[in-house]
């Protein structure tokens, strides 16, 4: 267990992540930062109050003030505005670049040594800015998306074959976007390769309404995105990185030649445990997700570039 971590923002994503931190005990403080006056302090105090009922200890605070995440080991950002129907991640560039910039500035003041999982969106953009203004290295600067993007596709491909997900092994890669890479050629069913399983149309549906995963529960919802899934994502994250799990996950990574990509976010195979990224799995792809791969770091470069023209 964790001593503190510290979660920013706390609207949908960022409560229910500090909600999930405490029910799995990763912490002995979980801190919920937000710079709305009164909302981390309350949602705070009634997520400690449900300790007694799950059965856990944790101390659940919130604050308008990072003093109170003082020293914390890990945080998870989440600070930012979510998407609106019809707008696309990357039209969120500029508000959420400045928010996640000062929020950088602030871990860095007051934890230097923390790790950092980014959520804010565009997402590996943002883990762009975290990177450079925490001045971090890219071990301690990851985002989630790829956990996120995964399940919903193992979802999917489950609820197609009429399996238990759990038998599901799949991954997918690149930017969070329109572009991100679903690999087919090492998606299993129980070791099973799933084009013998399912055909290819219906494999091709998939991987579409994969992409679009996001904006399906934003047409939905209308007002805010996703939450519940992405809060359960950022948090295996942060549990492979508090009990050293050493799992594979695809995360959004910092990328120095791997993959034949430099200087750019993109989500890759990443081992994950106490030192936060441990090893990039440089794995062979086949030419059309090497392809993929490379388009979707490259919108990624764009925004990078733009973001250094604020
Ligand atoms: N990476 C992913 O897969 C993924 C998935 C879902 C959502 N997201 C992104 O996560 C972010 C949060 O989504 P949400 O649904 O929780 O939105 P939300 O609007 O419910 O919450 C965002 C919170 O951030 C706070 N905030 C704004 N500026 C801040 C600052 N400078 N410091 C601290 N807090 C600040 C807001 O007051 C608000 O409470 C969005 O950018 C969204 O697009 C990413």
Redesign the pocket.
């Known amino acids: 267990m964790y001593n503190k971590i510290t979660v920013?923002?706390?609207?949908?994503?960022?409560?229910t992540a500090a909600q999930r931190l405490a029910e799995k005990n990763l912490a002995r403080t979980v801190v919920m930062?937000?710079?709305?006056e009164g909302?981390p302090q309350g949602k705070a105090l009634d997520q400690w109050q449900s300790g007694p009922v799950e059965g856990y200890d944790t101390r659940v605070l919130g604050s308008n003030d990072y003093d109170a995440a003082q020293g914390s080991e890990l945080f998870i950002v989440?600070?930012?505005?979510?998407?609106k129907p019809g707008m696309s991640?990357d039209d969120?560039v500029k508000t959420?670049a400045g928010?996640v910039k000062?929020?950088a500035e602030q871990i860095k003041r007051v934890a230097p040594g923390a790790m950092v999982i980014?959520?804010?969106?565009p997402?590996d953009a943002?883990c762009y800015v975290a990177r450079k203004h925490t001045g971090f290295p890219r071990e301690r600067v990851l985002?989630?998306?790829g956990v996120?993007?995964t399940a919903r596709y193992r979802m999917f491909l489950a609820e197609a074959m009429e399996v238990a997900v759990e038998d599901i092994q799949a991954m997918v890669l690149g930017g969070?976007g329109d572009t991100m890479v679903p690999l087919v050629s090492y998606t299993t069913v129980s070791g099973i390769p799933v084009t013998q399983l399912l055909a290819k149309d219906k494999l091709d549906a998939i991987v579409t309404r994969t992409r679009n995963g996001?904006a399906e529960i934003v047409a939905h919802l209308k007002t805010?995105?996703?939450?519940y899934a992405?809060s359960a994502?950022a948090v295996q994250m942060a549990e492979a990185i508090v009990l050293d799990k050493k799992r594979v996950l695809p995360c959004s990574t910092w990328l120095q030649g791997e993959y034949g990509l430099k200087d750019v976010y993109c989500g890759v195979p990443v081992k994950l445990g106490r030192n936060g990224l441990e090893q990039i799995l440089d794995i062979s792809l086949t030419d059309q997700e090497k392809k993929d791969l490379h388009a979707s770091a490259e919108a990624v470069r764009g925004i990078q570039q733009l973001i250094d023209t604020f």
């Open positions: 920013v923002g706390a609207g949908n994503v960022g409560a930062i937000d710079v709305v909302v989440t600070a930012g505005i979510a998407r991640r969120l959420n928010i000062s929020v980014v959520v804010s969106n997402l943002m985002g989630m998306a996120l993007d969070h996001g805010g995105s996703a939450y992405p994502a």
